[in-house]
């Protein structure tokens, strides 16, 4: 795998008020599909696929509001839980619309 271009830790809100997420994103540079990869790794026990929203929300509004790049149309999100040893390739259909499947192999992306 490339080396990432960005890389940064972030928390989000969770159900638990005083406990929030906290998750690694890594960004690398877009390949010939034009899309830019984004990987996501949970680093507390939270199931990053379960704040979907709240994480590209977050995502959207520190980092790519700033570029002018909507991840939602070019991103190619990669979600992994704690317990996972799979990514999930988040993708949005409409602007709070979005479908999950399981990633089969991320490094040919990069």
Known sequence: MKQAMFERDILYPTQEPFEPGSAHIAVYAPKNSGSIPILIEAKTRHNTLDYIPDITGILQTDIF?????????????????????TYNLVKYTDKDEYSVTEAEKIDSLF
């Open 65 to 85: 509001d700033r570029i002018r790049i909507d991840i939602k149309k070019y991103g190619l999100l990669f979600f992994k839980a704690p317990e996972n040893l």
